[in-house]
Nanobody, 124 residues
């Protein structure tokens, strides 16, 4: 089992920045690729970013490419999502997820463990 706890969400003005963190406990964190997803009101959950086990390979949704950066610190069992130049359309609940797959997928059903989510609200 892997337990994931997100933090760092909040209310920010458009153009601002936030850094989300996801702390993992349980089995070996470095054995899992990690992903961030988000779900806006009335919409399906969507892929945001993912990172490989060692942190070398990173993947982004087109909508956040160039604005968001995913990273991880395996010594701290934590994955981060740095969000810059935030837009109102980035408003959503953000979830981190862990997968045993070597290459992190972009589909949510391929992830094994999920956090409870953290709310990000971007005002215009």
């Amino acid at each position: 089992q892997v337990q994931l706890v997100e933090s760092g969400g909040g209310l920010v003005q458009a153009g601002g920045s936030l850094r989300l963190s996801c702390a993992a406990s349980g089995r070996t964190f470095s054995s899992y690729a990690m992903g961030w997803f988000r779900q806006a009101p009335g919409k399906e959950r969507e892929f945001v970013a993912a990172i490989s086990r060692g942190g070398i390979n990173k993947y982004y949704a087109d909508s956040v490419k160039g604005r968001f950066t995913i990273s991880r610190d395996n010594a701290k069992n934590t994955v981060y999502l740095q969000m810059n130049s935030l837009k109102p359309e980035d408003t959503a609940v953000y979830y981190c997820a862990a997968t045993a797959k070597r290459v992190p997928p972009k589909t949510e059903y391929e992830y094994d463990y999920w956090g409870q989510g953290t709310q990000v609200t971007v005002s215009s």
